[in-house]
C-alpha cells in the first residue's frame, strides 16, 4: 500500500507502553532520534507491534508544524 | 515556550518552497531523514525560514501513525 | 503496508481536482456514497490518481466525528 | 447547524464502546461499509448514542488519506 | 445538528479572505480574541461567510494543544 | 519557542481532569469563553498544569471549522 501522507519514515520500535484504550509506541527513527506515537490498543495488536520491530512512523505534512526558539 | 506536543525534533531547513497560501518546508532531522511540513505562507514569513535555518518539527503523537510492511 | 489508522475503506476514484498546491479527490465508496480528500498536488501525482482507479480512503478513527440532528 | 467540514455522511451507529475517558463508535454508512469513531465519553453521552440511533459521520476532507495498492 | 466537537464557540466574522483553494476566515469569539480558520473555499461559499455574519468556530479538544511560557 | 500554529490564545487554566492516559484542561481565554483541550497526562504533568495557571491554548488555523446555525 502506497499512501499520501508525504512523510514514512523508517524506523525501529523503541518501546510499547499500552493503556486501556490507546497504546503509545516510540521509534527511533535515526540513532537518539525518536518519536512518539500514539494509536488505538486495537491497532497496535493488529499490527503485533513490539521493542525490536521495524515499522514506519507516518505523518501527514499538514500535522508537522515548525517552531524556532 | 513549552507545549503539550509530544515530539519536538530538532533540525536544519533544507528546503523552503512557498506556494499563493501554504508553504512547504523540508526540515533534516538526523542525517539522510527528513521531514516535510506545510504550514501557511504566513506563518512561513512570520518565522523568518529560509534554508540551514535552525528550527523544530513539532508534531503531536496522536497525529503519528504506524505502519508496517 | 498495514497501517494504524482503523478506517481503510475501498472505493473508486470519480473526480480528480487539481489545484496549485493541493488536489482533490472525490472517491465513491458505496454507490451514491462520497468521501471528498484533499491532498498534496505532489501526493496525488505521485499516486497517479485518475478517474475510476480503485483507491482506499484512510481515516484515522479520532478524525471522524459524530453528529446527530 | 451547518457545519465546514466537507463530509458529513448519514448511518446508523452499529456500535458503541464506552472506555474510562474515549468511546468508540461505529458507523454504517452503507450496507457493509462501516466507519469507526474515537469520540470523547462525554460528547457520546451528550448525544445520546446507542445501537440503531441514525447519526452523521463528519470528516474534514483534509483528513482524508488516500493509498492505492 | 448537534456534534461531538467539544467545542462550540460563538462568534462574529471579522475578515474573510479567500484564496484559490481554501479560505482564511477570521472570528472574534470575545472582544480583542480572534480565532483563525482556513476551509476550503467551497464550504465558505457554501457557508454565506461574510464580514458582521454569526457563526460558531468548532474545534476538537484533541487538536487543542497547551503551551506555557 | 514560536511555532507555525495561527492561533496561540492567552488564557487560565479553570480545571485539569486527569484520566488513566489523557488529561482534559479547560482555558478560559475570556471571561466565560473556555476552551477545552484533551492531552496526554504525560504532557500535562510535564507543564505542570494546575487551576489558575497562566497557559497558551495553541491551535492549528486547519483544525478550525466554521459553522453556522
Known sequence: MKI????TLKGTV???VPG??????VIE????VTI??????????????S???K???VIKSSDVMVAID
Not at 499520501?4 to 512523510?7: I, M, T, V
Not at 486501556?20 to 509506541?25: G, I, K, L, P
Not at 512518539?36 to 507491534?49: F, H, R
Open 36 to 49: 512518539t506515537s500514539i494509536i488505538t490498543k486495537a491497532s497496535a495488536d493488529s499490527l503485533g507491534l
Open 20 to 25: 486501556a484504550v490507546n497504546t503509545e509506541v
Open 4 to 7: 499520501s501522507a508525504r512523510n
Open 55 to 57: 515499522v514506519y512512523a
Open 29 to 32: 527513527v535515526a540513532p537518539g
Open 14 to 16: 523503541k518501546a510499547v
Open 51 to 53: 521493542e525490536g520491530k
